[in-house]
Nanobody
């Protein structure tokens, strides 16, 4: 599975960004069976889960983003999206999408920088 993440950038605190992760065309047939997630890694910190969505559509969020971030998926397009609102400087990190289906695949990461 190849995952292509996009949508990062620089935004002021309180702003919004929308991250998107697209699976390669050859993977879209079974994309609906993948559990998907967004993770982030800030400088000097370990990578952490931000939001996940199972193949059944069940979602889970880290406490730090609950009420601000929303994860969704479009199985027909083979995409998973992370809508990020009310961004804070502490959300600054490289964001990675991840697919799980027995094995684990990672996208290349996209930088999100929130200025105060």
């Amino acid at each position: 599975v190849q995952l292509q993440a996009s949508g990062g950038g620089l935004v002021q605190a309180g702003g919004s960004l929308r991250l998107s992760c697209a699976a390669s065309r050859t993977s879209r047939i079974i994309f609906k069976d993948y559990d998907m997630g967004w993770y982030r890694q800030a400088p000097g910190k370990q990578r952490e889960a931000v939001a996940t969505i199972t193949s059944e559509g069940n979602t889970n969020y880290d406490d730090s983003v609950k009420g601000r971030f929303t994860i969704s998926r479009d199985n027909a397009k083979g995409t998973v999206t992370l809508q990020m609102n009310s961004l804070k400087p502490e959300d600054t990190a490289i964001y990675y999408c991840r697919a799980t289906y027995g094995l684990v695949w990672w996208g290349q990461g996209t930088q999100v920088t929130v200025s105060s």
